[in-house]
């Protein structure tokens, strides 16, 4: 079961990989798209240690109620969720002679963006079995009934369309403007990137917050569909969004190559 588990939280992650992959005229060398990827999955740990140390910090805040919670949710999560993307980029590609044209900063970050997800994904359908694992040998520990593999598939596919294509629309967001930051003369060159990051983070925190406002609400309120339909709203202009982004790199650009090692 937990070899199936673990395939099963890899599926959303390599089937929108083969997606965002099909937007690359220039296909990127397998190893180099095996290694971002991998390197995605490894710095998500390093998140959730960063998330779990300022934690603290918000907990300490002299406000709390909603304003807290939003803090929490765009800076404590989000935005560090982000930057470690990217960092992940900018650490294994950015020197690298494979990254040399404009739409590879956005498909590069999808893919670190996919790796983190494929770890969360994973963990989050084995934690049932850790748990239950645990309580076999300590009385304190709650055993977690009902979790097969049906329930497993059901929480993987809303993960497919919810969390993981978040991931990658957040992070392909921030990679455009990775790629307009190598091509701007003006005085705001070194103030876009900073943009890319705000925006990309916007994304995810608002859908951070409207995730935890559902799960608050509950299947039996009514206030639950308004949620619901903004999700699903968000995520749909974000997907459309982020196609254009796609697009406009490519026929932009198409011909240019990224030269930053100069």
């Known amino acids: 079961m937990i070899v199936v588990f673990i395939l099963l939280g890899l599926a959303p992650s390599v089937i929108w990989l083969a997606y965002y992959l099909r937007k690359d005229v220039h ?18 740990p390093v998140a959730a240690i960063i998330e779990i140390m ?12 909603t304003a807290n919670i939003l803090l929490w949710n765009f800076l404590g999560i989000a935005f560090i969720e982000e930057y470690v993307k990217y960092f992940v980029v900018k650490w294994k590609v950015l020197r690298s002679r494979e990254f040399d044209e ?29 748990t239950n694992y645990f309580s076999s040998l300590v009385s304190d520990v709650e055993p977690v009934s009902n979790f097969g593999f049906s329930q497993a598939f059901q929480l993987i596919v809303i993960r497919f369309w919810g969390a993981t294509l978040l991931h990658t629309l957040a992070s392909a967001t921030l990679g455009f403007f990775l790629a307009l930051s190598f091509y701007h003369k003006g005085r705001f060159k070194y103030q876009i990137l ?3 990051i705000i925006l990309a983070t916007l994304l995810h925190g608002l859908f951070n917050y409207l995730i935890l406002l559902i799960e608050r609400v509950g299947p039996a309120e ?13 995520l749909a202009s974000g997907a459309y ?16 190559e990224i030269n930053i090692r100069a």
């Open 27 to 44: 296909p990127e060398p397998r190893g180099m798209i095996l290694k971002v990827f991998f390197w995605g999955m490894l710095l998500a």
């Open 54 to 65: 300022l934690s603290g910090f918000f907990d300490k805040l002299p406000f709390q109620g």
């Open 102 to 130: 404009p739409v590879d900063a956005m498909i590069y970050l999808v893919i670190a963006a996919l790796g983190f997800a494929a770890l969360e994904n994973v963990l989050i359908l084995l934690s049932p079995l850790i």
């Open 194 to 196: 900073p943009v890319g």
């Open 222 to 234: 009514d206030a639950i569909w308004i949620y619901v339909i903004l999700l699903i709203v968000l």
């Open 241 to 256: 969004g982020v196609n254009k982004l796609f697009t406009k790199l490519k026929s932009k650009w198409a011909l240019e």
